[in-house]
């Protein structure tokens, strides 16, 4: 069963299904990048990015806090609602209220919908709204969606904040494979220079792309994976070739 990380990602970019290995890995780096490409084509802002006080709250900002209340709740169980929410990025009081009136089975893919257009005030503000979608899985892929849309604006940023500790290692990991896809060079530098406090789960989404362009720097990263049954097959797949 996907979890709502996937169901949201796979709703706006129409993914499909991904190979079981490396699931988690490519989902981050490939689905990753649909998180403001779509919200970019559908809001028709050149790009999610942080900005203060009223200032680009979208194609919503015309109607009144009680009309955008209305048609956000009616759209959740829309094919297309997407496209309306997606122009109707809301301050973190308004979130919260939106959040408030949205029911149980709702509540996780609407508070990481909400916590990826509040990167408009801040990705804090974002990673906040974040923790507000019920359950530890529901909190976990708001905030891995809130990392891969934060990675598209300041990957490095986004790296370091979640590495000091805020949130677990599968957001660094999102972070680390959208980053990889932009920039390899600068991600690999970044990661060498944090050495072991880098976990097992970003150093695979590094990887990953590294197989294909760099062999022989993937199977360094390889044989620095702390899990030793993780370390032999992923050395075994770099070395069949695939």
Do not use: Y
């Amino acid at each position: 069963m996907k979890t709502l990380f996937t169901h949201l990602l796979a709703a706006m970019a129409g993914v499909a299904a991904w190979s079981q290995w490396g699931q988690g890995m490519e989902e981050m780096r490939g689905c990753g990048q649909a998180v403001v490409t779509v919200h970019r084509v559908v809001a028709g802002v050149p790009r999610v990015k942080p900005v203060s006080g009223k200032v680009g709250r979208g194609a919503g900002e015309a109607l009144e806090a009680g009309e955008r209340k209305e048609a956000w709740l009616a759209s959740l169980g829309e094919a297309g609602g997407w496209e309306l929410r997606a122009g109707m990025m809301v301050g973190w009081e308004e979130a919260q209220e939106l959040l408030g009136a949205v029911g149980p089975e709702q509540r996780g893919l609407a508070a990481m919908e909400l916590a990826i257009g509040l990167l408009h005030e801040s990705p804090e503000t974002a990673m906040a709204m974040a923790g507000l979608a019920g359950d530890e899985g529901a909190v976990g892929d708001a905030r891995r969606a809130v990392s891969v849309a934060w990675a598209q604006l300041d990957p490095r940023a986004a790296a370091e904040w979640i590495l000091s500790g805020n949130v677990g290692a599968g957001c660094l990991a999102a972070v680390v494979g959208t980053w990889a896809g932009s920039d390899l060079e600068s991600v690999s530098a970044w990661m060498a220079g944090h050495g072991a406090a880098i976990p097992d789960e970003a150093r695979l989404a590094l990887i990953e792309p590294l197989i294909e362009v760099e062999p022989d720097s993937a199977r360094g990263w390889a044989e620095s994976l702390d899990d030793a049954e993780i370390r032999r097959l992923t050395i075994g797949r770099i070395e069949a070739g695939f």
